[in-house]
């Protein structure tokens, strides 16, 4: 999703008495997402899966296609916010700011498969991330998009297109849709990455990656979402 940044310190909020409502009516999120219970001694896991878990879990599977992530960026979690949109943010301490934050919508803390949705598309943000303020593409946003329901589907919960609400996301994941039909699909994404330029990647970089590419289409991959 877009990238946001806020620099106020987020503490200074408990004290805003506009704010002091801010979370009334918000549904504790779902034990299996929250609660991490140890498993049965004859099971072959020590600990129930978490949004922290899934995490790594997704993450795992994301760099098994695309490639690592940049480890010049510190990961901090997973965490729900009121906005009504999930997104990463980079939150700045003390002047430095490279760190991420996941936030996923208050919905979600009490819907497995939408937490599990938004989660594995904001994870595709933490393989090459922008930086605060940097707006995506069309192939960014639609790789993030196709990544939620390849990974659905691999842990057998799988979602159909139709559960892409909004339509600017459901046109870039059919471009990217369109784009994994190649056999040198994951090997370009890693290609592009390689080139630091993956969230302003041009239609040039696309046709150079992906010969045969119509140019109408690497143009809708290049554009901003």
Not at 179 to 191: M, P, Q, T, V, W
Not at 195 to 207: E, I, P, Q, W, Y
């Amino acid at each position: 999703m877009i990238r946001s940044i806020t620099f106020a310190v987020a503490l200074a909020a408990s004290f805003a008495p506009n704010l002091a409502h801010a979370d009334a009516g918000f549904l504790h999120a779902s034990p299996s997402l929250s609660l991490a219970k140890p498993c049965n001694p004859d099971a072959s896991c020590t600990f129930s899966w978490t949004l922290a878990s899934r995490m790594g879990h997704i993450l795992s599977f994301a760099e098994s296609r695309y490639g690592p992530r940049d480890i010049n960026w510190t990961l901090l979690g997973v965490e729900f916010t009121s906005l009504n949109a999930p997104q990463v943010w980079y939150p700045i301490f003390n002047g430095v700011g490279k760190s991420i934050i996941i936030q996923l919508t208050k919905s979600a803390a009490t819907d497995e498969t939408q937490a599990l949705f938004q989660l594995s598309h904001e994870v595709v943000h933490l393989l090459t991330p922008a930086g605060p303020g940097a707006l995506a593409t069309v192939l960014e946003e639609g790789l993030a998009t196709y990544n939620s329901l390849d990974y659905l589907r691999s842990i057998g919960d799988p979602v159909a297109p139709s559960y892409i609400a909004a339509p600017r996301y459901l046109r870039a994941y059919r471009a990217v849709n369109r784009l994994a039909e190649r056999s040198d699909f994951a090997n370009g994404i890693k290609r592009l990455r390689a080139t630091g330029r993956f969230s302003r990647v041009t239609a040039g970089d696309l046709l150079q990656v992906y010969p045969g590419l119509p140019f109408t289409e690497a143009m809708l991959l290049s554009e901003t979402f």
